[in-house]
Nanobody, 123 residues
Framework: QVQLVESGGGSARPGASLRLSCTCPREHFGSLDMAWFRQAPGKAREFVAVIGWNGGGRSVADSVKDRFTISRDGGKKKVFLKMNNLKPEDTAVYYC????????????????WGQGTPVNVSS
């Protein structure tokens, strides 16, 4: 079992930035493809960003393109989601997911999930 732990969420004003982190057990990190998803109140979970085990295959959802960036740090065993120019519609609980198969994590079918970190964007 791989336990993922998200952090960095909180409240922010529109236009502000936040950086979310997802910590993964070190013995697994180098083999895992990682992704971020979010779920707003009353809405279905949606894909936000994905990154391959070697840092390749990065992509973000159109709704956050040019504002959000995904990255990973092998030394720290972390995946990051840098969120710039936040908007109220970014308000959601953000989840980190991992899989040994890129297509699975990209499709929301990752074997491993964190508990989520809430982000609230309001003025």
């Amino acid at each position: 079992q791989v336990q993922l732990v998200e952090s960095g969420g909180g409240s922010a004003r529109p236009g502000a930035s936040l950086r979310l982190s997802c910590t993964c057990p070190r013995e697994h990190f180098g083999s895992l493809d990682m992704a971020w998803f979010r779920q707003a109140p009353g809405k279905a979970r949606e894909f936000v960003a994905v990154i391959g085990w070697n840092g390749g295959g990065r992509s973000v959802a159109d709704s956050v393109k040019d504002r959000f960036t995904i990255s990973r740090d092998g030394g720290k065993k972390k995946v990051f989601l840098k969120m710039n120019n936040l908007k109220p519609e970014d308000t959601a609980v953000y989840y980190c997911s991992a899989s040994y198969t890129f297509s699975k994590v990209r499709g929301g079918e990752g074997e491993f999930w964190g508990q989520g970190t809430p982000v609230n964007v309001s003025s």
